[in-house]
């Protein structure tokens, strides 16, 4: 268990892992570009996306919208001045690792030092199969995932050297420019497999990513003795749990997903990074304005969790008729009350 300064702040990340909005494709833009902006001013610490190019089954049909993942991290760069940018996570087949470095190394620069590295070994064979893309056995795809961390690692260094891998073999790891970020941009991976992915969180990374499960204290105590085995510091990884974030139609849930961020805290987690769920329809046009606000729940909730919470004046009767991404405002008997709002499926 977190002792109570490990606990004393937990952040908040959005993952946005569905484009089937009201609107369609045309909309996608600006809607996108508004939930950003929105999560941003709420006090949000981070944005990702999913590395699919077919939507995923828990999700909707493989038919439903899915946006290339780092062509979108640069529309979200341009549209935001402070969240961190990642996926969650990268298939590391999907791109050979050279290509890869340089495309977080261009969003870092172009973002202005806010990119993340979030990669895994990959799972989807359908989509992969679908579309042509490289997709080796299981042992295979971790033993490339090593190398590919090796290789961005020395090309965000001063080594611009060859890398002879026995997967890869690079002529000339130059990168230019460099990334903003020093000494490189945060490598985040994603997983909880006890026997390769925790070792490779302890060996190469500055983040995991597990999902929020009754196992995920079990998981942590593993990677913790990895760390061990490894000579890392556990403290110095930072821990970040896939959660979902069901704060009811009308927030009716706050102070029970409050409750449980808390117990995530407790297990040493610094950051609860998920997706929005039960959110209302989004109507452009109707953009409240929201001052910096920190919850106050009980005394040992102190200091969780930020959030915004909106002006007196802002406060609405009506939850559903909010702009896209927006913190919904709440009548005054809910004034610890806010959530964000992601755009509704159109249905199709």
């Known amino acids: ?24 494709p045309a909309a996608l833009r600006v809607r996108l570009g508004e939930v950003a902006q929105h999560a941003e001013q709420a006090g949000v610490d981070r944005i990702s996306v999913m590395d699919h190019v077919w939507q995923i ?42 290509l890869l470095a340089k495309a977080v190394t261009t969003l870092d620069v172009l973002s202005g030092g806010r990119a993340m590295l979030g990669i895994g070994a990959a799972w989807n064979e ?20 090593e190398e590919a961390l090796r290789i961005c690692l020395q090309m965000w260094s001063d080594d611009d ?33 006890e026997k390769k992915t925790l070792r490779l969180v302890a060996r190469y ?7 929020d499960t009754p196992e995920l204290a079990r998981k942590l105590d593993v990677l913790r003795e990895h760390c061990a085995s490894e000579g890392r510091d556990y403290a110095e990884i930072e821990k970040t749990t896939q959660t979902r974030f069901d704060l009811g139609e009308h927030g009716e849930r706050v102070e029970q997903t409050i409750e449980h961020l808390y117990e995530l805290a407790g297990l040493g987690i610094q950051v609860a990074h998920g997706t929005l769920i039960g959110a209302g329809r989004a109507r452009a046009g109707r953009q409240p304005r929201f001052h910096r606000s920190p919850i106050r729940v009980t005394s040992r909730h102190h200091s969780v969790l930020h ?22 405002p709440v009548p005054a008997s809910s004034a610890r ?11 199709r």
């Open 1 to 24: 268990m977190a002792d109570d300064k490990e606990r004393a702040r937990m952040k908040v990340g959005l993952h946005i892992p569905d484009f089937t909005w009201d609107g369609g």
């Open 57 to 98: 089954g828990p999700i909707g049909p493989p038919e439903h919208e899915m946006l290339e993942a780092y062509t979108t991290l640069g529309w979200l760069a341009a549209k935001t001045d402070r969240v961190k940018l990642l996926t969650v996570v990268t298939a590391v087949v999907y791109r050979d690792p050279g």
């Open 126 to 145: 359908a989509e992969a199969r679908g579309l042509g893309l490289f997709f080796p056995p299981l042992a295979e795809r971790f033993e490339r995932l």
């Open 161 to 193: 050297g060859p890398f002879d891998g026995e997967r890869y073999q690079l002529g000339r790891t130059l990168n230019s420019p460099q990334s903003l970020s020093r000494p490189h941009p945060p490598i985040l991976i994603g997983g909880a497999g």
């Open 205 to 211: 990374a500055d983040a995991c990513n597990i999902f």
């Open 307 to 328: 959030r915004r919470t909106p002006q007196p004046q802002q406060r609405t009767h009506h939850p559903r008729r909010n702009g896209a991404g927006c913190v919904r």
């Open 337 to 347: 009350t806010a959530c964000l709002l992601l755009p509704r499926h159109h249905g």
